[in-house]
């Protein structure tokens, strides 16, 4: 008599109430294994602490990590509503490369057809960047930035070697600066975004393969 393998859990993090809302009124439908949604507050030590936390529980031993949530757009031409999908993610303590970025924008073009999807990297901040910090970031080569994504996937590649990726919703871009998310047409067009982007994280999570220790 054979068994069936025990699927791996996937731990979707991201930091910011509405963010957070945003995931749980998305379809759940299609996930293979189980699925937690993290809330792990603001900013990147928050991130470290609860993604820590959690990785630590034996439940979540294998379990893929994708972060997300909101982000800044760096490079013109970026739009509230775009999608960006990191090729790695960078901070002051390193980088981290992110797995299956090809198979995640596939399936983000398939689930939300029209909208753009950028690839490159995603770069950390512990403070919220505007001005001419923008233009230095870009100058590294990164597209994207927003302070938990980076800290998220290093503390879970800590603990062992796992899938990891970082998908985010443009919120704010050079030419489309927002004061307030909730309250303007760019921040309500991307968590509409963020709401409908389940299917696609549940087949990256289906086909992604664990990496040989």
């Given at each position: ?84 999908v990191a090729e790695e993610t960078r901070d002051p303590r390193g980088s981290v490369p992110c797995v299956g970025t090809e198979l995640l924008v596939k399936e983000l073009a398939r689930t939300l057809p029209g909208r753009t999807v950028h690839t490159g990297p995603l770069t950390g901040s512990d403070h919220v960047v505007r001005g001419h910090e923008r233009a230095d970031l870009l100058a590294t080569g ?72």
């Amino acid at each position: 008599m054979s068994t069936q393998p025990v699927p791996s859990p996937l731990l979707i993090a991201c930091a910011l109430g509405i963010e957070h809302l945003a995931l749980r009124m998305g379809d759940r439908g299609g996930a293979d294994g189980p699925v937690t949604v993290l809330r792990t507050g603001m900013g990147p030590r928050a991130a470290e602490r609860s993604v820590t936390r959690v990785l630590a529980d034996p439940v979540f031993a294998g379990a893929a990590v994708l972060a997300t949530g909101f982000c800044a757009g760096l490079a013109p031409g970026m739009h509230p509503g775009d999608l960006v999908v990191a090729e790695e993610t960078r901070d002051p303590r390193g980088s981290v490369p992110c797995v299956g970025t090809e198979l995640l924008v596939k399936e983000l073009a398939r689930t939300l057809p029209g909208r753009t999807v950028h690839t490159g990297p995603l770069t950390g901040s512990d403070h919220v960047v505007r001005g001419h910090e923008r233009a230095d970031l870009l100058a590294t080569g990164a597209i994207a930035l927003d302070m938990e994504s980076a800290a998220t996937l290093l503390s879970a590649v800590r603990t062992e070697p796992r899938p990891v990726a970082a998908v985010r919703v443009v919120v704010d871009a050079p030419e489309h600066e927002l004061v307030r998310i909730g309250t303007v047409r760019g921040g309500i067009s991307a968590f509409r975004v963020l709401r409908s982007v389940l299917p696609a994280f549940f087949e990256w999570h289906r086909n992604v393969l664990l990496p040989r220790r």
